[in-house]
């Protein structure tokens, strides 16, 4: 069965300090999507990537996130320098089309100490 | 006003018995809406799909629209042990930004 992998499953780190996420997506879904979602909240939406081309990051902290999907397939989301504020869980999801059904990946959850 | 309204619970539904998740949505001209299903410490995992007014049924779970009232909803039948997770209700934005938005979850707890 197709899934949406990601890596790593758990992350801790100091603030200030840099990290990184990387997420494959299902075979053949051009739409990637990165989310952070905070215990007891819904995921909230990042950033929208359609192929390698962002579609939506007005959600993303600009001045410490960034993200890439340089060949259109894998992502990386990178924090630097990290804060306390941004512990949470980190979800990708992809999806066939736009709109579409959004199959996402286990998660990265985040500690920062 | 949230985009997307849930009761964050906590629903305590007896094992056997129909469990009612409900939704509102501001966005009037949404088309798209879906129910995931989270446990804790997990990933959400889609559930229902639904896109036309009335029922759509998949084993023990229908979920109902309504876009007149702006209301979704999930029943699931015969409810299990198993079934006790938190169920987000998304809804696919079409003014400004189209973007999935997500409720804030409602925790089921269903007691044997």
């Given at each position: ?113 | ?17 129909i469990a009612s998740l409900n939704c509102t949505y501001s ?10 299903r989270q446990y804790s410490g997990k990933s959400p995992e ?67």
């Amino acid at each position: 069965e197709a899934e949406v992998a990601q890596s790593p499953r758990y992350k801790i780190t100091e603030k200030s300090q840099a990290v990184a996420f990387w997420c494959d997506p299902i075979s053949g879904h051009a739409t990637l999507y990165w989310y952070r979602q905070i215990l007891g909240q819904g995921p909230e939406l990042l950033v929208q990537f359609q192929d390698e081309s962002v579609v939506d990051d007005s959600q993303l902290p600009k001045d410490r996130f960034s993200a890439e999907r340089l060949k259109g397939v894998d992502s990386t989301l990178k924090i630097q320098p990290a804060e306390l504020g941004d512990s949470a869980m980190y979800l990708c999801a992809s999806s066939l089309e736009v709109p579409g059904e959004q199959y996402f990946g286990p998660g990265t959850r985040l500690t920062v100490t | 006003q949230k985009e997307v309204e849930q009761n964050s619970g906590p629903l305590s539904v007896p094992e056997g018995a129909i469990a009612s998740l409900n939704c509102t949505y501001s966005d009037r001209v949404s088309q798209s809406f879906f129910w995931y299903r989270q446990y804790s410490g997990k990933s959400p995992e889609l559930i229902m799909s639904i896109y036309s007014n009335g029922d759509k049924e998949d084993g023990r779970f229908t979920a109902q629209l309504n876009k007149a009232s702006q209301y979704v909803s999930l029943l699931i039948r015969d409810s299990q042990p198993s079934d006790s997770a938190t169920y987000l209700c998304a809804v696919n934005r079409i003014q400004g930004a189209q973007k999935l938005v997500f409720g804030q979850g409602t925790r089921l707890t269903i007691n044997p």
